[in-house]
């Protein structure tokens, strides 16, 4: 999706209706930064008032995601188009938040191992170098725990079993057994238990 273009095409219809920033922001519930935001192109409606937004500019929430208004013989192509578009977007989306998780793991092992060894030289044996391993420890399992949502939050896991995707909640990924991303999960279609791989689409 065209953020510029869906801006000025936010402004144009506001324009048409005699509406002011703030008279549009009003209607919808928001304020007039927001209105003046979308209309840069610096950020987008939110789903919950896409409808209502509309409404209050006499479009249909295609033509709003198109940035133009669409014409009823060119109305099936171009929702294919949209999807498309909004599939791609979703899927650079994944991948931007998977790189991410498996940088902040990298960097949290690099980490760990490097305080390990700096604490063998530096610190004295006795009870300052056990706080000294605790307190690492504890730094390293922070970014884990972050990684974790990252790694919940996108795509699925998939049951070695029936082949159904399996959307677990972040309590239920952490406390399941796992071998790098592939953990062992309860299928809530076979009911059963097996190891599910991570597949980035779900």
Known sequence: MDQIKIGKFIAECRKNKNMTQAQLAEKVGVTDRAVSKWENGRSMPDSSIMLELCGELGI??????????????????????????????????????????????????????????IIAFFVPEGPWMLVAILALCVIFLIPCF?????????????????GYEIVPTYMQALNAMHRGTTRYLKCPKCNKRTWCKKVLKK
């Open 146 to 162: 972050y990684a974790l949502k990252l790694e919940v939050s996108v795509g699925a896991y998939k049951c070695k079993n029936c």
């Open 60 to 117: 249909t929430v295609n033509d709003l995601l198109c940035g133009e208004r669409i014409v009823m013989e060119n109305n099936q192509q171009k929702n294919e188009e949209l999807l498309l578009d909004m599939a791609k977007e979703l899927e650079q989306k994944n991948k931007t938040i998977w790189n991410a998780m498996w940088t902040i793991m990298t960097v949290s092992i690099i980490g760990l191992i490097g305080g390990l060894a």
